[in-house]
């Protein structure tokens, strides 16, 4: 079995990139007549994008109902918030496990999901708790560092307490 097979079969984000440069250095003079190999390769490159995308939204979604968990006032959805956190999770762990490199890129693409599910808790916050929005922006400083670490998203039995 080749090496790309292989690879295919363990990493399927690093192959659609793997495969992508290698059609972009087939030399010219060697492509068959009319293969659009500069097209080819952005559409697997793009299936790759897209499965890094998800990622991305999943570790934005896990993010953003933790914080509902830690400070949302409305707290009669708790168990809601909780099952949504523990689908995602499943969701996010099957796309790393078929894409171990995207494990790795993890600590690159939280810090973006990051401000995004503050600013969505924040805008939330607004209209349902004006009074404690801007409590919680202050704590949830857009400068500081994420408020969980990538290992409390990653870890299936992390949870936040309620708030008090």
């Given at each position: 079995?080749?090496?790309?097979?292989?690879?295919?079969?363990?990493?399927?984000?690093?192959?659609?990139?793997?495969?992508?440069?290698?059609?972009?250095?087939?030399?010219?003079?060697?492509?068959?007549?009319?293969?659009?190999?500069?097209?080819?390769?952005?559409?697997?490159?793009?299936?790759?994008?897209?499965?890094?995308?998800?990622?991305?939204?999943?570790?934005?979604?896990?993010?953003?109902?933790?914080?509902?968990?830690?400070?949302?006032?409305?707290?009669?959805?708790?168990?809601?918030w909780i099952g949504e956190i523990a689908a995602f999770r499943d969701t996010l762990s099957t796309e790393l496990r078929d894409s171990p490199s995207l494990r790795a890129r993890?600590?690159?693409?939280?810090?973006?999901?990051?401000?995004?599910?503050?600013?969505?808790?924040?805008?939330?916050?607004?209209?349902?708790?004006?009074?404690?929005?801007?409590?919680?922006?202050?704590?949830?400083?857009?400068?500081?560092?994420?408020?969980?670490?990538?290992?409390?998203?990653?870890?299936?039995?992390?949870?936040?307490?309620?708030?008090?």
């Amino acid at each position: 079995m080749p090496d790309t097979a292989r690879l295919y079969d363990r990493d399927w984000y690093a192959w659609t990139q793997d495969q992508a440069a290698r059609l972009r250095a087939w030399p010219e003079h060697l492509r068959p007549n009319g293969l659009d190999v500069e097209h080819l390769a952005e559409e697997v490159e793009d299936m790759g994008g897209s499965q890094r995308r998800a990622v991305q939204s999943h570790l934005r979604l896990i993010a953003l109902h933790l914080l509902k968990l830690e400070f949302h006032p409305e707290q009669s959805y708790r168990a809601h918030w909780i099952g949504e956190i523990a689908a995602f999770r499943d969701t996010l762990s099957t796309e790393l496990r078929d894409s171990p490199s995207l494990r790795a890129r993890c600590p690159e693409l939280y810090p973006d999901a990051w401000a995004k599910a503050r600013r969505a808790l924040l805008r939330e916050l607004a209209e349902a708790a004006p009074e404690r929005h801007r409590a919680i922006a202050d704590l949830l400083s857009a400068e500081e560092p994420p408020h969980y670490d990538l290992a409390c998203i990653l870890d299936e039995d992390w949870y936040p307490s309620p708030p008090a």
